[in-house]
């Protein structure tokens, strides 16, 4: 399928450190609660019909660019559309968020799972939204695709629902480690294959998500999540091959220790979360030439406009203007308020043409 030509293509040369006119921003859950718009939306249909129908996806993707001028648009979806597709049920219950009915209470559960899903049949809702948004965007900005990384899924997988601890799923870690490994494995496969296709249907860069990462110490992630993270990135690219390759962003929230190890993967973007030493971070994606997203901590947009402003101006004095791509360092909160993320969008654009940083 042909697409109309990219006409801003500040993200995908910022994520190649490339230089940009203006450094690029959007937000993580820019589509999302916060907006008025999107709450008819979801006031009509269940949060996984809205995935589910290419049409509604498209829609709510799209909402915030018609507020902001925001330098990316990324597709609607959820990661845990990928354990759905393994057989898992999920419910996405109101004031509780994500739950499994059914979670994995046992390694026995394992074999429930399905390891092999066919990514076209339980995932090509997925894929049609994103041809659609394609075209929808009129090249107007790059389209985002996603997936949650193992260890953030087995997380919800295990746990049954969000936690603050994940304390069953990092049971699973000391006492089946050779299970966790068979179940993240499995996930890697798919997930390789989830963003292979996302890329071929339109994807113009894609992110992994690892929120739970900061879960672990060192020595974990790196047994339990980076040697996944890695083959993620190394056979994505493998498979896309030079003609079709697209640059690759990993988030791996509150993992401090792991942004060295990270920049030694063949993502291209590191992503920060607002408790990480950006200077430190920088210093290392300079010398490993990878570019930095992130990170101004989403509460700062409770404060009034000002303060927003002044917020995003430090935070673009630490992150620079060569290889940045300016985000939250978490996503929109619900009770935001929409015009305190435009505050954001404009002070990065305005700070970055000004030679003020």
């Not at 006119?21 to 999302?32: L, T």
Request: with cysteine; proline share 6%.
């Amino acid at each position: 399928m042909e697409f109309p030509p990219l006409k801003n293509d500040r993200l995908i040369r910022a994520a190649y450190r490339k230089e940009v006119d203006k450094v690029p921003v959007w937000a993580m859950r820019q589509a999302g609660r916060y907006l008025p718009e999107f709450k008819e939306v979801r006031a009509k249909n269940d949060f996984f019909t809205v995935c589910r129908t290419p049409e509604l996806a498209c829609e709510v993707t799209l909402q915030p660019l018609r507020r902001f001028p925001l330098d990316a648009a990324i597709i609607f979806s959820d990661i845990l559309v990928v354990p759905q597709a393994m057989g898992m049920e999920v419910q996405m219950v109101p004031g509780k968020g994500p739950v499994f009915p059914s979670p994995l209470k046992s390694t026995s559960d394992l074999e429930k799972l399905d390891f092999e899903p066919d990514i076209h049949k339980e995932l090509g809702y997925v894929f049609d939204a994103l041809r659609l948004t394609r075209q929808k965007l009129e090249g107007k900005v790059p389209l985002i695709g996603f997936s949650g990384a193992p260890w953030t899924l087995m997380c919800y997988m295990v746990e049954g629902a969000s936690s603050s601890t994940f304390s069953k799923a990092r049971a699973w870690l000391y006492r089946s480690p050779e299970e966790s490994h068979k179940l993240m494995n499995a996930l890697t496969n798919i997930i390789i294959d989830y963003l292979v296709e996302q890329a071929k249907a339109g994807a113009q860069l894609l992110q992994v998500f690892d929120s739970h990462a900061g879960l672990m110490d060192k020595s974990t992630f790196r047994r339990f999540a980076l040697p996944y993270l890695r083959r993620i990135a190394d056979e994505v690219k493998a498979k896309l091959g030079p003609e079709r390759s697209v640059p690759m962003t990993v988030f791996a929230k509150g993992a401090h220790y792991g942004i060295v190890d990270l920049c030694e993967t063949k993502y291209d973007v590191i992503g920060l979360d607002w408790t990480m030493d950006v200077q430190a971070a920088r210093l290392v994606a300079e010398a490993k030439g990878k570019a930095l997203q992130g990170n101004i901590d989403p509460a700062a947009l409770y404060g009034d406009e000002e303060s927003v402003r002044k917020g995003t101006e430090v935070m673009m004095k630490e992150m620079g203007t060569c290889g940045v791509i300016a985000n939250l360092g978490h996503g929109m909160y619900p009770d935001l308020e929409p015009a305190k993320l435009g505050a954001f969008v404009d002070t990065v654009h305005a700070c970055s043409t000004s030679g003020e940083i």
